[in-house]
C-alpha cells in the first residue's frame, strides 16, 4: 500500500518546511528517491529533510561534483547521505563511491537522479516528485511505501505492539475519540445484547 499526499509549496522555504515534516516519518535504512527537472528544489528539499532529522541545515549544498555529501551531526536523529546521480555515466559509476556501504550505513540516504543509477538503485522507502508550477511555486507529490498497519486516524505507519494501537499516537487516538462524539461516525446497524455483552 502507498500513500500520496500533494503538497504546493510557494517558495523554497516552504519547500524545505514540507521536507522538514517529513522527516518524521522517517527512520534509519529509509531511501528517498528525488525527481524533478533541473533547479526543481530538490538540493532545498533534501536541506529540509536533514533539518527536519537534526542537522543544520546551513551545512547542506549539493553534491553536484563531488556525488556524495554525508552529514552526521552529533545531536541527529540519524546520519543523512545525499547522492546527486546528475553526473553518473551509469549504474557502473556507483562502485566509485560504494553505494551498497552507504544503503547499510544506518542513514536516511536521499538520491536526487535516481534513475541514474538503473537496477543499482533500491526500492525507495519514500518517492519525491519536484515540478514547477510557477516561478518560485513547486507541486510536491509525496509517495510512502506503507509496510504493516497505518494509523485509523492519520494513515501514518505504526506497529502492532505499540502502546497507542491502532493508533500512532495519543493526539490520534483522541482526534478519533472526537469523531464519534462530534457523531461523525455512525453504527449503521442495530445494536444486539451480545454488541454489549463483548464490550
Known amino acids: ?27 534509519p535504512g529509509d531511501v528517498v528517491a528525488l ?26 549544498s549539493s ?24 553526473r553518473l555515466a551509469g549504474p557502473d559509476d556507483a562502485d566509485s563511491f560504494d553505494l551498497e556501504g552507504l544503503l547499510r550505513s544506518g542513514a536516511v540516504v536521499a538520491v ?7 537496477d ?18 513547486r507541486r510536491i507529490v509525496i509517495e510512502m511505501a506503507s509496510v504493516g498497519p497505518a494509523c485509523r486516524a492519520c494513515g501514518s505507519p505504526i506497529a502492532p505492539g505499540a502502546a497507542t494501537f491502532p493508533f500512532c499516537s495519543p493526539r490520534c487516538r483522541i482526534a478519533d475519540l472526537g469523531k464519534w462524539f462530534n457523531a461523525e461516525y455512525r453504527v449503521t446497524r442495530d445494536l444486539k445484547d451480545t454488541d454489549l455483552e463483548a464490550g
Open 120 to 137: 543499482r538503485m533500491p526500492a525507495p522507502a519514500v518517492r519525491v516528485t519536484i515540478e514547477h508550477a510557477g516561478e518560485s511555486a
Open 1 to 27: 500500500m502507498t500513500r500520496v499526499r500533494t503538497h504546493h509549496s510557494e517558495d523554497a522555504e516552504a519547500t524545505e518546511a514540507i521536507a522538514r515534516s517529513l522527516a518524521a516519518d522517517l527512520k
Open 63 to 86: 553534491p553536484t561534483f563531488v556525488i556524495v555529501n554525508e552529514y552526521a551531526h552529533a545531536g541527529a536523529r540519524c546520519p543523512v547521505v545525499h547522492i546527486d546521480a546528475y
Open 35 to 60: 525527481h524533478g527537472d533541473l533547479g526543481a528544489g530538490k538540493t532545498r528539499f533534501v536541506r529540509g529533510l536533514a533539518a527536519g532529522l537534526g542537522h543544520p541545515e546551513r551545512l547542506v
Open 112 to 118: 536526487e537522479w535516481p534513475e541514474r543509477l538503473g
